[in-house]
């Protein structure tokens, strides 16, 4: 099954991908973390997207899509996998669906996972992040045991650059200006699907898992 996962930043696309990723087998696809690989590597690649993200900007369609790219053909037709936080755009997605026909495949489900924005900011800006592996912690929602600690690894945790309140809400209004119409995109193929992400975590969760008919 190849899914893409659809919402506004912080409606909870990481959290839910990496629980869909251990129920179902599938491979996580994330363009947000290759470009912050690619910054941490200080690469060609990462020193042009890191002014756009840290500004929260989106970061060129031809780059994002050069790293999806060379992710999906690893993919194979067996095992399916999960888009997170592509595509961003209509030209992201058109250029998707060139590169998936040319290799017989197919988007099965477009999952919309619709938040409020008073919920999205009070996420955002209490987000940490394990340095070491990469762990997602809330400071409110979802501490660690020991605070600035990863529970899993012991790693120290961070903030993202892109989280503090000002970016927050200029990401919101890029996800308003240019992410928002894919609702309707994908909502004319049939295949998109909407769930409340304003619940709990397993509630949200609860909801994805029906969403897909159990599976
Ligand atoms: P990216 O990394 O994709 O960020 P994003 O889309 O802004 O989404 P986030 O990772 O911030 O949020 P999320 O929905 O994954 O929420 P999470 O599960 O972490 O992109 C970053 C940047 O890279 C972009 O701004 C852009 O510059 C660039 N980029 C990436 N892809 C691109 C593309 N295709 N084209 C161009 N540029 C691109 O949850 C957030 C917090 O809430 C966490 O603390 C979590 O613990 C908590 N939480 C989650 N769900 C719940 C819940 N149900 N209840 C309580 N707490 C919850």
Known sequence: MNIILLGAPGAGKGTHSEMLVKDLGLRHISTGDLLREEVKKASPVGLEAKGYMDKGALVPDAVVMKLLAEAISGTGKSGGFLLDGFPRN?????????ELSSAGISIDRVLYLNVSEAVVIK???GRRICKNCAAVYHVVNMPSRKEGICDKCGGTL???PDDTSGTVLRRLDVYRKETEG????YKAKRILKEVNADLSRDDTYA????S???K
């Open 90 to 98: 209509e030209s992201q997605a058109e250029m998707l669906e060139k």
């Open 123 to 125: 996420r955002l800006t």
């Open 158 to 160: 961070y903030q993202r």
């Open 182 to 185: 894919l609702i309707n995109y």
């Open 207 to 210: 909801l994805i898992r029906e």
């Open 212 to 214: 897909l008919g159990g």
